[in-house]
């Protein structure tokens, strides 16, 4: 796929596009206020560098990785230059690659303020 599809609401966000993403990640689970744009180049610690459960083909990953810095995270990436990481309070985090990540970010921070 080109892109995943996510789809945030009052309610929280769903992450599609294949098999392993999630039918809806609570907003209240959501730490928006620690959400950031960022480029897995410039920032390699947050990069996927082992599949636990996923798919991992050149442009596209998706599923469970495991970050280099340890980190577990739900992962759903087309382009690893404009990634918005969306930590959780339940012990892992989110790396999306939406099609407008300069609009999605304060998408997600109104749905989920919380640091």
């Given at each position: 796929?080109?892109?995943?599809?996510?789809?945030?609401?009052?309610?929280?966000?769903?992450v599609g596009?294949?098999?392993?993403?999630?039918?809806?990640?609570?907003?209240?689970?959501?730490?928006?206020?620690?959400?950031?744009?960022?480029?897995?180049?410039?920032?390699?610690?947050?990069?996927?560098?082992?599949?636990?459960?996923?798919?991992?083909?050149?442009?596209?990953?998706?599923?469970?990785?495991?970050?280099?810095?340890?980190?577990?995270?739900?992962?759903?990436?087309?382009?690893?230059?404009?990634?918005?990481?969306?930590?959780?309070?339940?012990?892992?985090?989110?790396?999306l690659s939406?099609?407008?990540?300069?609009?999605?970010?304060?998408?997600?921070?109104?749905?989920?303020?919380?640091?």
């Amino acid at each position: 796929p080109k892109r995943a599809l996510y789809e945030l609401s009052p309610a929280g966000i769903a992450v599609g596009g294949d098999i392993y993403g999630r039918r809806l990640i609570p907003a209240s689970e959501l730490r928006g206020g620690a959400a950031r744009i960022l480029d897995l180049d410039r920032e390699p610690d947050l990069a996927p560098r082992w599949r636990t459960m996923g798919t991992g083909l050149p442009g596209y990953r998706a599923g469970w990785f495991r970050l280099r810095n340890g980190e577990t995270a739900l992962v759903s990436l087309t382009d690893t230059h404009h990634v918005v990481y969306v930590p959780t309070s339940r012990g892992f985090a989110l790396l999306l690659s939406p099609a407008e990540p300069d609009r999605f970010l304060p998408a997600i921070r109104r749905v989920a303020p919380a640091s």
